[in-house]
Protein backbone atom coordinates (compact mmCIF):
# COMPACT_ATOMS: atom_id res chain seq x y z
CA UNK A 1 0.00 0.00 0.00
CA UNK A 2 1.53 3.35 -1.14
CA UNK A 3 -0.03 4.96 1.92
CA UNK A 4 1.86 2.58 4.33
CA UNK A 5 5.24 2.79 2.36
CA UNK A 6 4.93 6.62 2.49
CA UNK A 7 4.15 7.19 5.72
CA UNK A 8 6.49 4.28 6.98
CA UNK A 9 9.67 5.78 5.64
CA UNK A 10 8.82 8.99 7.58
CA UNK A 11 10.80 9.20 11.13
CA UNK A 12 8.23 11.51 11.88
CA UNK A 13 5.63 9.05 12.34
CA UNK A 14 5.37 5.76 14.27
CA UNK A 15 3.08 4.50 11.39
CA UNK A 16 2.73 1.02 11.70
CA UNK A 17 2.81 -1.47 14.87
CA UNK A 18 6.02 -2.90 13.08
CA UNK A 19 7.50 -0.11 11.98
CA UNK A 20 7.88 -1.17 8.76
CA UNK A 21 7.17 -3.61 6.81
CA UNK A 22 10.30 -5.59 7.37
CA UNK A 23 9.06 -5.37 11.20
CA UNK A 24 12.98 -4.15 12.09
CA UNK A 25 11.20 -1.35 14.38
CA UNK A 26 14.13 0.54 13.91
CA UNK A 27 13.91 4.34 13.76
CA UNK A 28 16.32 6.43 11.61
CA UNK A 29 15.69 9.38 14.89
CA UNK A 30 18.54 10.49 16.51
CA UNK A 31 18.10 13.41 18.77
CA UNK A 32 18.15 11.37 21.66
CA UNK A 33 20.99 9.59 22.01
CA UNK A 34 23.24 7.07 24.27
CA UNK A 35 25.31 10.24 25.22
CA UNK A 36 22.04 12.48 26.20
CA UNK A 37 19.37 9.62 27.18
CA UNK A 38 19.77 9.16 30.69
CA UNK A 39 18.65 13.10 30.57
CA UNK A 40 15.04 11.63 29.20
CA UNK A 41 11.96 13.04 31.01
CA UNK A 42 7.79 12.63 31.29
CA UNK A 43 6.59 14.95 28.74
CA UNK A 44 3.04 13.58 29.35
CA UNK A 45 0.67 10.76 29.89
CA UNK A 46 -2.55 9.72 29.14
CA UNK A 47 -4.51 7.51 31.20
CA UNK A 48 -6.86 4.74 29.18
CA UNK A 49 -8.97 3.83 31.32
CA UNK A 50 -8.99 0.28 31.06
CA UNK A 51 -7.00 -2.03 33.48
CA UNK A 52 -5.93 -4.99 31.73
CA UNK A 53 -2.70 -5.59 29.87
CA UNK A 54 -1.86 -3.05 27.50
CA UNK A 55 0.06 -4.42 24.56
CA UNK A 56 1.32 -3.16 21.08
CA UNK A 57 1.42 0.74 21.28
CA UNK A 58 0.04 4.25 19.79
CA UNK A 59 0.40 4.50 16.09
CA UNK A 60 1.43 8.26 14.80
CA UNK A 61 0.55 9.82 11.98
CA UNK A 62 0.98 13.69 11.50
CA UNK A 63 -0.60 15.75 14.41
CA UNK A 64 -2.05 12.67 15.33
CA UNK A 65 -1.84 10.07 17.97
CA UNK A 66 -4.10 6.44 17.73
CA UNK A 67 -4.52 4.89 20.89
CA UNK A 68 -6.16 1.55 21.39
CA UNK A 69 -6.76 -0.36 24.36
CA UNK A 70 -7.25 -3.93 25.71
CA UNK A 71 -11.35 -4.91 25.75
CA UNK A 72 -13.16 -3.26 25.41
CA UNK A 73 -10.83 -2.33 22.78
CA UNK A 74 -11.56 1.84 23.20
CA UNK A 75 -9.72 3.66 19.99
CA UNK A 76 -8.72 7.44 21.08
CA UNK A 77 -7.24 10.03 18.36
CA UNK A 78 -5.12 12.62 20.47
CA UNK A 79 -4.23 15.89 18.99
CA UNK A 80 -0.40 16.28 19.70
CA UNK A 81 -0.63 19.90 18.39
CA UNK A 82 -3.33 20.87 20.91
CA UNK A 83 -2.67 19.21 24.38
CA UNK A 84 -3.38 16.12 23.89
CA UNK A 85 -6.90 16.77 23.05
CA UNK A 86 -9.43 14.00 22.52
CA UNK A 87 -10.31 14.46 18.91
CA UNK A 88 -12.26 11.46 18.80
CA UNK A 89 -13.03 7.93 21.14
CA UNK A 90 -14.54 4.95 19.71
CA UNK A 91 -15.86 2.54 22.38
CA UNK A 92 -16.98 -0.90 20.25
CA UNK A 93 -19.84 -2.35 22.37
CA UNK A 94 -18.60 -6.28 22.79
CA UNK A 95 -20.53 -8.92 24.80
CA UNK A 96 -18.17 -9.81 27.50
CA UNK A 97 -18.62 -12.94 26.98
CA UNK A 98 -15.48 -13.08 24.86
CA UNK A 99 -13.53 -12.35 28.22
CA UNK A 100 -13.68 -16.03 29.30
CA UNK A 101 -12.96 -17.03 25.80
CA UNK A 102 -9.39 -15.17 25.42
CA UNK A 103 -6.60 -17.53 26.64
CA UNK A 104 -4.35 -14.86 27.53
CA UNK A 105 -5.37 -12.21 29.01
CA UNK A 106 -7.64 -9.40 27.29
CA UNK A 107 -4.74 -8.03 25.36
CA UNK A 108 -4.96 -6.42 21.65
CA UNK A 109 -1.94 -5.89 19.35
CA UNK A 110 -2.71 -2.27 18.11
CA UNK A 111 -4.24 -0.61 15.22
CA UNK A 112 -3.58 -0.33 11.38
CA UNK A 113 -3.50 3.13 9.14
CA UNK A 114 -3.93 3.21 5.71
CA UNK A 115 -5.56 5.33 3.53
CA UNK A 116 -7.16 7.74 6.05
CA UNK A 117 -8.32 4.87 7.82
CA UNK A 118 -7.70 3.31 11.50
CA UNK A 119 -8.19 -0.64 10.71
CA UNK A 120 -9.06 -2.09 14.49
CA UNK A 121 -9.99 -5.93 15.09
CA UNK A 122 -12.03 -6.05 18.87
CA UNK A 123 -11.64 -9.26 20.81
CA UNK A 124 -14.64 -10.83 19.45
CA UNK A 125 -13.18 -10.63 15.53
CA UNK A 126 -15.00 -7.81 14.64
CA UNK A 127 -12.68 -6.09 12.16
CA UNK A 128 -13.74 -2.56 11.74
CA UNK A 129 -12.48 0.13 9.81
CA UNK A 130 -12.95 3.97 11.07
CA UNK A 131 -12.68 7.32 9.53
CA UNK A 132 -9.23 8.38 11.13
CA UNK A 133 -10.47 12.31 10.84
CA UNK A 134 -13.64 11.76 12.47
CA UNK A 135 -14.01 8.21 14.30
CA UNK A 136 -16.82 7.68 12.51
CA UNK A 137 -17.14 3.66 11.78
CA UNK A 138 -16.58 2.98 7.99
CA UNK A 139 -17.80 -0.87 7.61
CA UNK A 140 -17.44 -4.10 10.20
CA UNK A 141 -16.84 -7.70 9.41
CA UNK A 142 -16.88 -10.83 12.12
CA UNK A 143 -14.03 -12.68 11.18
CA UNK A 144 -14.89 -15.31 13.75
CA UNK A 145 -17.24 -16.38 16.24
CA UNK A 146 -16.58 -16.66 20.17
CA UNK A 147 -19.40 -18.93 20.22
CA UNK A 148 -16.88 -21.68 18.82
CA UNK A 149 -13.91 -20.47 21.06
CA UNK A 150 -12.59 -17.91 18.07
CA UNK A 151 -11.01 -14.91 19.54
CA UNK A 152 -8.89 -11.55 18.11
CA UNK A 153 -6.10 -10.31 19.64
CA UNK A 154 -3.48 -9.43 16.89
CA UNK A 155 -3.23 -6.42 14.66
CA UNK A 156 -3.95 -6.19 10.81
CA UNK A 157 -1.24 -6.14 8.06
CA UNK A 158 -2.25 -3.83 5.14
CA UNK A 159 -0.77 -4.63 1.36
CA UNK A 160 -2.02 -2.86 -1.31
CA UNK A 161 -5.86 -2.78 -0.97
CA UNK A 162 -6.33 -6.11 1.50
CA UNK A 163 -6.52 -6.01 5.10
CA UNK A 164 -5.08 -9.42 6.19
CA UNK A 165 -5.51 -10.94 10.00
CA UNK A 166 -6.05 -14.03 11.62
CA UNK A 167 -7.76 -15.59 14.60
CA UNK A 168 -6.80 -16.75 18.32
CA UNK A 169 -8.04 -19.69 20.25
CA UNK A 170 -5.76 -22.94 19.61
CA UNK A 171 -6.55 -23.63 23.13
CA UNK A 172 -10.20 -23.82 22.34
CA UNK A 173 -9.45 -26.29 19.54
CA UNK A 174 -9.98 -23.67 16.69
CA UNK A 175 -9.09 -24.10 13.14
CA UNK A 176 -6.56 -21.33 12.24
CA UNK A 177 -7.10 -19.18 9.33
CA UNK A 178 -5.57 -16.17 7.58
CA UNK A 179 -8.09 -13.77 5.70
CA UNK A 180 -8.15 -11.06 3.41
CA UNK A 181 -11.03 -8.54 3.48
CA UNK A 182 -11.20 -5.13 0.56
CA UNK A 183 -9.79 -2.29 3.11
CA UNK A 184 -12.77 -0.04 1.18
CA UNK A 185 -15.34 -2.31 1.45
CA UNK A 186 -14.60 -4.56 3.65
CA UNK A 187 -15.37 -7.95 1.63
CA UNK A 188 -13.68 -11.07 2.05
CA UNK A 189 -11.22 -11.88 -0.46
CA UNK A 190 -9.90 -14.90 -0.10
CA UNK A 191 -9.52 -16.90 3.43
CA UNK A 192 -6.58 -20.02 3.88
CA UNK A 193 -6.56 -22.16 7.20
CA UNK A 194 -3.24 -23.31 8.23
CA UNK A 195 -4.38 -27.32 8.49
CA UNK A 196 -7.16 -28.81 6.00
CA UNK A 197 -7.22 -29.71 2.59
CA UNK A 198 -4.86 -28.77 0.21
CA UNK A 199 -7.66 -26.04 -1.54
CA UNK A 200 -8.59 -24.48 2.04
CA UNK A 201 -4.82 -24.46 3.01
CA UNK A 202 -4.35 -22.79 -0.64
CA UNK A 203 -0.89 -24.86 -1.02
CA UNK A 204 -0.12 -25.73 -4.62
CA UNK A 205 1.30 -29.60 -3.96
CA UNK A 206 3.93 -28.89 -6.82
CA UNK A 207 4.51 -25.40 -6.64
CA UNK A 208 4.44 -24.23 -2.81
CA UNK A 209 7.59 -25.77 -1.23
CA UNK A 210 9.08 -26.32 2.38
CA UNK A 211 12.94 -26.84 2.58
CA UNK A 212 13.51 -26.39 -1.59
CA UNK A 213 11.39 -29.43 -2.07
CA UNK A 214 7.58 -29.20 -3.56
CA UNK A 215 5.38 -30.19 -0.41
CA UNK A 216 2.76 -32.81 -2.68
CA UNK A 217 -0.65 -33.68 -1.97
CA UNK A 218 -2.47 -33.45 1.11
CA UNK A 219 0.62 -32.17 3.00
CA UNK A 220 -1.51 -31.18 6.17
CA UNK A 221 -3.94 -33.75 5.55
CA UNK A 222 -1.88 -36.86 6.06
CA UNK A 223 -0.16 -35.34 9.02
CA UNK A 224 -3.46 -35.98 11.16
CA UNK A 225 -5.11 -38.79 12.55
CA UNK A 226 -8.55 -38.91 10.86
CA UNK A 227 -10.60 -35.52 10.92
CA UNK A 228 -9.10 -34.46 13.86
CA UNK A 229 -7.14 -31.25 11.82
CA UNK A 230 -10.94 -30.07 12.17
CA UNK A 231 -10.25 -29.46 15.91
CA UNK A 232 -6.54 -28.87 15.68
CA UNK A 233 -5.39 -25.25 16.29
CA UNK A 234 -2.76 -23.64 14.21
CA UNK A 235 -4.34 -20.35 15.23
CA UNK A 236 -2.29 -17.28 14.66
CA UNK A 237 -2.16 -13.98 16.40
CA UNK A 238 1.72 -12.98 16.00
CA UNK A 239 3.33 -10.35 14.27
CA UNK A 240 3.26 -9.78 10.13
CA UNK A 241 6.24 -8.45 7.79
CA UNK A 242 6.06 -8.20 4.11
CA UNK A 243 8.93 -8.11 1.36
CA UNK A 244 7.20 -6.14 -1.32
CA UNK A 245 10.21 -7.48 -3.80
CA UNK A 246 9.33 -11.06 -2.97
CA UNK A 247 5.84 -10.31 -3.03
CA UNK A 248 4.81 -12.51 -0.14
CA UNK A 249 3.98 -11.80 3.41
CA UNK A 250 5.06 -13.81 6.52
CA UNK A 251 3.49 -14.79 9.76
CA UNK A 252 3.95 -18.16 11.97
CA UNK A 253 0.78 -20.71 12.77
CA UNK A 254 0.53 -21.48 16.64
CA UNK A 255 0.30 -24.76 18.62
CA UNK A 256 -1.72 -28.04 17.67
CA UNK A 257 -4.53 -28.64 20.18
CA UNK A 258 -4.80 -30.34 22.38
CA UNK A 259 -1.92 -29.93 24.74
CA UNK A 260 -1.87 -33.66 25.16
CA UNK A 261 0.19 -34.80 22.55
CA UNK A 262 -0.91 -38.36 23.35
CA UNK A 263 -4.58 -37.56 22.01
CA UNK A 264 -3.21 -36.41 18.88
CA UNK A 265 -0.74 -39.51 18.09
CA UNK A 266 -1.11 -41.46 14.61
CA UNK A 267 -2.75 -44.36 13.62
CA UNK A 268 -0.12 -46.38 14.75
CA UNK A 269 0.27 -44.59 18.00
CA UNK A 270 3.17 -42.84 16.46
CA UNK A 271 4.29 -38.70 16.43
CA UNK A 272 2.99 -37.33 13.30
CA UNK A 273 3.41 -33.80 12.21
CA UNK A 274 0.30 -31.51 12.74
CA UNK A 275 1.16 -29.63 9.83
CA UNK A 276 1.11 -26.53 9.11
CA UNK A 277 1.00 -25.90 12.88
CA UNK A 278 4.19 -24.20 14.33
CA UNK A 279 4.66 -23.16 10.32
CA UNK A 280 6.09 -19.70 8.96
CA UNK A 281 4.57 -19.40 6.05
CA UNK A 282 4.79 -17.06 3.61
CA UNK A 283 1.97 -16.37 1.08
CA UNK A 284 1.13 -14.14 -1.37
CA UNK A 285 -1.17 -11.08 -0.40
CA UNK A 286 -3.58 -10.90 -3.47
CA UNK A 287 -4.56 -14.71 -3.66
CA UNK A 288 -3.69 -16.26 -0.09
CA UNK A 289 -1.47 -19.04 -2.13
CA UNK A 290 1.62 -19.68 0.05
CA UNK A 291 4.75 -19.81 -1.75
CA UNK A 292 6.46 -21.91 1.02
CA UNK A 293 6.13 -23.16 4.61
CA UNK A 294 8.91 -24.12 7.04
CA UNK A 295 8.03 -26.48 10.14
CA UNK A 296 9.69 -25.68 13.42
CA UNK A 297 8.43 -27.97 15.75
CA UNK A 298 6.55 -30.76 14.10
CA UNK A 299 4.17 -33.03 16.51
CA UNK A 300 4.41 -29.90 19.18
CA UNK A 301 4.23 -31.69 22.89
CA UNK A 302 5.13 -28.16 24.80
CA UNK A 303 2.97 -25.65 23.70
CA UNK A 304 5.47 -23.93 21.57
CA UNK A 305 3.66 -22.10 18.84
CA UNK A 306 5.47 -20.87 15.88
CA UNK A 307 3.69 -17.26 15.92
CA UNK A 308 6.72 -14.73 16.98
CA UNK A 309 7.47 -12.09 14.09
CA UNK A 310 9.61 -13.01 11.07
CA UNK A 311 11.82 -9.69 10.58
CA UNK A 312 13.14 -9.06 6.92
CA UNK A 313 17.24 -7.78 6.41
CA UNK A 314 19.58 -8.57 4.02
CA UNK A 315 22.65 -10.22 5.96
CA UNK A 316 25.66 -10.65 5.23
CA UNK A 317 25.77 -15.18 5.37
CA UNK A 318 29.33 -16.95 4.46
CA UNK A 319 30.47 -14.13 2.77
CA UNK A 320 27.22 -13.62 0.73
CA UNK A 321 24.49 -11.07 0.81
CA UNK A 322 21.25 -13.20 1.45
CA UNK A 323 17.79 -11.84 1.85
CA UNK A 324 16.89 -13.34 5.01
CA UNK A 325 13.94 -13.53 7.66
CA UNK A 326 14.99 -14.17 10.99
CA UNK A 327 12.46 -15.63 13.56
CA UNK A 328 13.37 -16.16 17.20
CA UNK A 329 11.03 -19.06 18.07
CA UNK A 330 8.86 -19.77 21.18
CA UNK A 331 10.71 -23.35 21.04
CA UNK A 332 14.22 -21.39 21.90
CA UNK A 333 15.93 -21.58 18.85
CA UNK A 334 16.78 -18.64 16.55
CA UNK A 335 16.26 -19.21 12.64
CA UNK A 336 17.39 -17.71 9.93
CA UNK A 337 15.92 -18.55 6.54
CA UNK A 338 16.09 -17.25 3.22
CA UNK A 339 12.96 -14.99 2.85
CA UNK A 340 12.45 -16.16 -1.04
CA UNK A 341 12.51 -19.82 -0.95
CA UNK A 342 12.16 -20.70 2.35
CA UNK A 343 15.99 -22.01 2.60
CA UNK A 344 17.25 -23.12 6.15
CA UNK A 345 20.14 -21.29 6.58
CA UNK A 346 20.73 -20.95 10.81
CA UNK A 347 19.62 -22.43 13.45
CA UNK A 348 20.71 -22.07 16.59
CA UNK A 349 19.71 -21.97 20.61
CA UNK A 350 19.29 -18.13 21.69
CA UNK A 351 18.82 -19.14 25.81
CA UNK A 352 21.46 -21.87 26.69
CA UNK A 353 19.51 -23.21 29.13
CA UNK A 354 16.99 -24.92 26.40
CA UNK A 355 16.97 -28.54 26.64
CA UNK A 356 14.12 -30.35 24.61
CA UNK A 357 16.29 -30.53 21.55
CA UNK A 358 20.42 -30.64 21.15
CA UNK A 359 19.68 -28.61 17.66
CA UNK A 360 18.20 -28.75 14.58
CA UNK A 361 19.84 -31.14 11.96
CA UNK A 362 21.75 -29.22 9.30
CA UNK A 363 22.90 -31.56 7.43
CA UNK A 364 20.94 -31.29 4.35
CA UNK A 365 21.24 -35.45 3.32
CA UNK A 366 19.21 -36.51 6.57
CA UNK A 367 15.69 -37.55 6.15
CA UNK A 368 15.43 -35.06 9.53
CA UNK A 369 16.57 -32.21 8.00
CA UNK A 370 15.07 -29.01 9.47
CA UNK A 371 13.49 -31.02 12.01
CA UNK A 372 14.34 -30.79 16.12
CA UNK A 373 17.12 -33.41 17.48
CA UNK A 374 14.69 -34.40 20.62
CA UNK A 375 15.70 -34.93 24.08
CA UNK A 376 13.45 -38.04 25.28
CA UNK A 377 13.63 -37.65 28.34
CA UNK A 378 11.79 -34.31 27.64
CA UNK A 379 9.34 -35.75 25.71
CA UNK A 380 5.57 -35.31 26.97
CA UNK A 381 4.29 -38.08 25.00
CA UNK A 382 3.91 -41.38 26.17
CA UNK A 383 2.92 -43.28 23.48
CA UNK A 384 -0.82 -42.80 24.69
CA UNK A 385 -0.20 -44.98 28.19
CA UNK A 386 1.02 -42.71 30.71
CA UNK A 387 -0.96 -39.74 30.17
CA UNK A 388 -0.65 -38.91 33.95
CA UNK A 389 3.45 -38.84 33.42
CA UNK A 390 4.11 -35.33 34.93
CA UNK A 391 7.91 -34.42 32.99
CA UNK A 392 9.52 -32.45 35.03
CA UNK A 393 12.54 -29.36 34.28
CA UNK A 394 11.57 -28.57 30.51
CA UNK A 395 12.87 -25.60 29.13
CA UNK A 396 11.80 -23.57 27.84
CA UNK A 397 8.36 -23.50 29.66
CA UNK A 398 5.79 -23.43 27.38
CA UNK A 399 5.44 -19.22 26.96
CA UNK A 400 8.73 -20.22 25.22
CA UNK A 401 12.24 -18.79 25.35
CA UNK A 402 10.47 -15.64 23.76
CA UNK A 403 6.59 -15.29 23.33
CA UNK A 404 5.09 -12.49 21.09
CA UNK A 405 6.86 -9.04 22.55
CA UNK A 406 9.02 -8.09 19.18
CA UNK A 407 12.47 -7.87 18.78
CA UNK A 408 14.03 -5.02 17.22
CA UNK A 409 16.39 -5.13 14.16
CA UNK A 410 19.63 -2.28 14.33
CA UNK A 411 20.51 -1.14 11.11
CA UNK A 412 23.52 0.68 12.98
CA UNK A 413 25.21 -2.17 14.15
CA UNK A 414 23.18 -5.27 11.88
CA UNK A 415 22.24 -6.81 15.73
CA UNK A 416 19.27 -8.25 16.61
CA UNK A 417 17.67 -7.01 20.45
CA UNK A 418 15.28 -9.49 21.69
CA UNK A 419 12.97 -9.81 24.83
CA UNK A 420 13.57 -13.27 26.36
CA UNK A 421 12.12 -15.75 28.94
CA UNK A 422 14.43 -17.67 30.93
CA UNK A 423 11.74 -19.88 32.25
CA UNK A 424 10.73 -24.01 32.93
CA UNK A 425 8.32 -26.06 33.35
CA UNK A 426 7.05 -29.51 34.66
CA UNK A 427 3.95 -30.77 31.79
CA UNK A 428 2.00 -33.15 33.48
CA UNK A 429 -1.01 -34.04 29.74
CA UNK A 430 -4.63 -35.29 31.07
CA UNK A 431 -7.10 -36.63 28.64
CA UNK A 432 -9.44 -33.75 27.83
CA UNK A 433 -12.74 -33.74 25.40
CA UNK A 434 -13.96 -31.26 22.69
CA UNK A 435 -17.13 -29.14 23.30
CA UNK A 436 -17.37 -26.15 20.88
CA UNK A 437 -16.29 -23.28 22.43
CA UNK A 438 -14.78 -24.79 25.73
CA UNK A 439 -11.16 -25.08 26.63
CA UNK A 440 -9.76 -28.05 24.74
CA UNK A 441 -6.01 -27.52 26.86
CA UNK A 442 -5.18 -31.25 28.39
CA UNK A 443 -2.69 -30.41 30.05
CA UNK A 444 -1.83 -28.89 34.10
CA UNK A 445 1.69 -26.86 33.93
CA UNK A 446 4.27 -25.36 36.46
CA UNK A 447 6.40 -22.60 35.56
CA UNK A 448 9.42 -21.85 37.66
CA UNK A 449 12.74 -19.58 36.48
CA UNK A 450 15.53 -21.91 34.81
CA UNK A 451 17.70 -23.34 36.89
CA UNK A 452 21.49 -22.31 37.48
CA UNK A 453 20.74 -18.99 36.24
CA UNK A 454 21.61 -15.51 37.40
CA UNK A 455 18.02 -16.14 39.44
CA UNK A 456 16.13 -13.89 36.91
CA UNK A 457 13.44 -15.09 34.14
CA UNK A 458 14.31 -13.16 31.32
CA UNK A 459 17.33 -11.98 29.73
CA UNK A 460 17.39 -9.19 27.30
CA UNK A 461 19.93 -9.95 24.59
CA UNK A 462 21.88 -8.89 21.19
CA UNK A 463 22.21 -11.73 18.83
CA UNK A 464 24.03 -12.19 15.45
CA UNK A 465 21.70 -13.62 13.07
CA UNK A 466 24.71 -14.45 10.61
CA UNK A 467 26.51 -16.81 13.16
CA UNK A 468 23.90 -18.08 15.37
CA UNK A 469 25.63 -16.19 18.52
CA UNK A 470 24.62 -14.34 21.68
CA UNK A 471 26.17 -11.27 21.32
CA UNK A 472 25.60 -9.51 24.87
CA UNK A 473 22.57 -11.13 27.20
CA UNK A 474 21.22 -8.36 29.84
CA UNK A 475 19.50 -10.22 32.86
CA UNK A 476 16.19 -9.06 34.24
CA UNK A 477 14.10 -10.51 36.97
CA UNK A 478 11.14 -11.24 35.12
CA UNK A 479 10.22 -12.28 31.21
CA UNK A 480 10.86 -9.10 29.19
CA UNK A 481 6.97 -9.08 27.82
CA UNK A 482 7.63 -5.53 26.01
CA UNK A 483 8.46 -5.16 22.40
CA UNK A 484 12.02 -3.38 21.85
CA UNK A 485 12.49 -0.43 19.76
CA UNK A 486 16.45 0.56 18.30
CA UNK A 487 17.22 3.99 17.17
CA UNK A 488 20.19 5.51 15.00
CA UNK A 489 21.18 7.37 18.09
CA UNK A 490 22.26 3.99 19.25
CA UNK A 491 19.80 2.75 21.98
CA UNK A 492 17.47 0.75 22.18
CA UNK A 493 14.60 0.33 24.44
CA UNK A 494 11.93 -1.69 26.34
CA UNK A 495 10.07 -2.34 29.21
CA UNK A 496 10.13 -4.89 32.05
CA UNK A 497 6.91 -6.38 33.96
CA UNK A 498 8.04 -4.60 37.13
CA UNK A 499 7.09 -1.64 34.76
CA UNK A 500 10.61 0.06 34.25
CA UNK A 501 10.94 1.47 31.28
CA UNK A 502 14.71 0.77 30.08
CA UNK A 503 17.28 2.62 27.49
CA UNK A 504 20.28 0.27 26.93
CA UNK A 505 23.38 1.02 24.80
CA UNK A 506 23.32 -1.26 21.55
CA UNK A 507 27.05 -2.22 21.58
CA UNK A 508 26.91 -3.77 25.06
CA UNK A 509 23.39 -3.66 27.08
CA UNK A 510 24.56 -1.11 29.38
CA UNK A 511 21.76 0.25 30.53
CA UNK A 512 21.51 4.26 30.63
CA UNK A 513 18.43 5.12 31.58
CA UNK A 514 15.27 3.84 33.65
CA UNK A 515 11.78 4.99 34.83
CA UNK A 516 9.21 3.11 36.99
CA UNK A 517 5.98 3.50 34.97
CA UNK A 518 2.49 3.50 36.69
CA UNK A 519 2.52 -0.67 36.24
CA UNK A 520 4.24 -3.72 34.27
CA UNK A 521 5.16 -3.27 30.87
CA UNK A 522 3.63 -6.01 28.29
CA UNK A 523 3.70 -3.21 24.87
CA UNK A 524 5.75 -2.28 22.89
CA UNK A 525 8.40 1.11 22.68
CA UNK A 526 7.89 3.35 19.70
CA UNK A 527 9.06 6.73 18.72
CA UNK A 528 7.90 9.80 16.69
CA UNK A 529 8.58 13.70 16.63
CA UNK A 530 6.62 16.49 16.66
CA UNK A 531 7.50 20.24 16.16
CA UNK A 532 10.94 18.77 15.41
CA UNK A 533 11.49 17.04 19.01
CA UNK A 534 11.85 13.46 19.48
CA UNK A 535 9.31 11.81 21.90
CA UNK A 536 9.85 8.09 22.97
CA UNK A 537 6.72 6.59 23.88
CA UNK A 538 5.22 3.02 25.62
CA UNK A 539 1.86 2.15 27.33
CA UNK A 540 2.27 0.56 30.98
CA UNK A 541 -0.48 -1.92 31.97
CA UNK A 542 0.50 -5.46 32.92
CA UNK A 543 -0.97 -8.49 31.57
CA UNK A 544 -1.06 -10.76 29.02
CA UNK A 545 0.03 -14.53 29.76
CA UNK A 546 2.80 -14.34 32.28
CA UNK A 547 0.97 -11.33 33.83
CA UNK A 548 -2.68 -13.22 33.85
CA UNK A 549 -2.49 -13.54 37.96
CA UNK A 550 -2.50 -9.60 38.37
CA UNK A 551 -4.58 -8.99 35.37
CA UNK A 552 -7.43 -11.16 35.76
CA UNK A 553 -7.26 -11.59 39.75
CA UNK A 554 -6.22 -15.37 39.78
CA UNK A 555 -4.27 -17.12 42.77
CA UNK A 556 -4.21 -20.95 42.27
CA UNK A 557 -0.73 -21.14 41.09
CA UNK A 558 -1.30 -23.69 38.19
CA UNK A 559 -4.07 -21.43 36.87
CA UNK A 560 -3.94 -18.73 34.31
CA UNK A 561 -1.95 -22.04 32.10
CA UNK A 562 0.45 -22.28 34.51
CA UNK A 563 1.90 -18.78 34.81
CA UNK A 564 0.02 -17.70 37.97
CA UNK A 565 2.61 -19.21 40.13
CA UNK A 566 5.69 -18.78 38.27
CA UNK A 567 5.05 -14.67 38.10
CA UNK A 568 3.48 -15.11 41.37
CA UNK A 569 6.16 -12.53 43.01
CA UNK A 570 4.68 -9.88 40.58
CA UNK A 571 2.04 -8.36 42.53
CA UNK A 572 5.38 -7.01 44.91
CA UNK A 573 6.24 -4.84 42.12
CA UNK A 574 3.11 -3.78 40.18
CA UNK A 575 -0.64 -3.21 40.36
CA UNK A 576 -3.02 -2.97 37.20
CA UNK A 577 -2.85 -0.11 34.85
CA UNK A 578 -3.40 1.65 31.90
CA UNK A 579 -1.41 4.52 31.03
CA UNK A 580 1.05 5.78 28.24
CA UNK A 581 3.72 7.41 29.39
CA UNK A 582 5.53 9.93 26.93
CA UNK A 583 9.67 11.04 27.38
CA UNK A 584 11.66 14.00 25.80
CA UNK A 585 14.78 15.17 26.43
N1 LIG B 1 -1.10 -14.28 24.10
C1 LIG B 1 -0.06 -13.94 24.91
C2 LIG B 1 0.10 -12.59 25.48
O1 LIG B 1 -0.54 -11.68 24.93
O2 LIG B 1 0.85 -12.43 26.46
C3 LIG B 1 0.75 -15.00 25.09
C4 LIG B 1 0.17 -16.03 24.38
C5 LIG B 1 -0.98 -15.56 23.75
C6 LIG B 1 0.59 -17.37 24.22
O3 LIG B 1 1.67 -17.76 24.69
C7 LIG B 1 -0.23 -18.26 23.48
O4 LIG B 1 0.10 -19.44 23.34
C8 LIG B 1 -1.41 -17.75 22.83
N2 LIG B 1 -2.07 -18.64 22.08
C9 LIG B 1 -3.15 -18.24 21.38
C10 LIG B 1 -3.74 -19.28 20.50
O5 LIG B 1 -3.18 -20.37 20.51
O6 LIG B 1 -4.70 -19.02 19.78
C11 LIG B 1 -3.60 -16.94 21.40
C12 LIG B 1 -2.93 -15.97 22.19
C13 LIG B 1 -3.49 -14.60 22.09
O7 LIG B 1 -4.33 -14.40 21.20
O8 LIG B 1 -3.17 -13.71 22.84
C14 LIG B 1 -1.79 -16.39 22.94
Known sequence: NDDVVKNQANPNFWASQSGDYAATRYSTLDQINTSNVADLKVAWTFSTGVLRGHEGSPLVIGDVMYLHTP????????????????????????????????CCDTVNRGLAYADGKIILQ???????????????????VANGDPKRGETATNTVLIVRDKVITAISGAEFGVRGYVTAYDLNTGKLAWRAYNIGPDNEILFDPNKTTSLGKPVGKDSSLKTWNGDQWKIGGGTLWGGWSYDPEADLFYYGSANPSTWNPSQRAGPDGKPIDQKWTMAIIARNPDTGVASWAYQMTPFDEWDYDGVNENILVDLDIKGQKTPALVHFDRNGFAYTLNRKNGELLVAEKFDPVVNWATGIDMDKASPNYGRPIRVAKYSTFRDGKGADFNTKGICPAALGSKDMQPASFSKLTGLFYVPTNH???????????????????GATLSMFPAPDSHGGMGNFIAWDASQGKIVWSKPEQFSVWSGALTTAGGVVFYGTLEGYFKAVDQKDGKELFKFKTPSGIISNAMTYTHGGKQYVGVMSGVGGWAGIGLAAGLTNPNDGLGAVGGYAGLKQYTNLGGTLTVFSL
Open 71 to 102: FPNIVFALNLADEQKIIWKYEPKQDPSVIPVM
Open 122 to 140: QADTNVVALDAKTGKELWK
Open 423 to 441: VCMDYEPFKVSYTSGQPYV
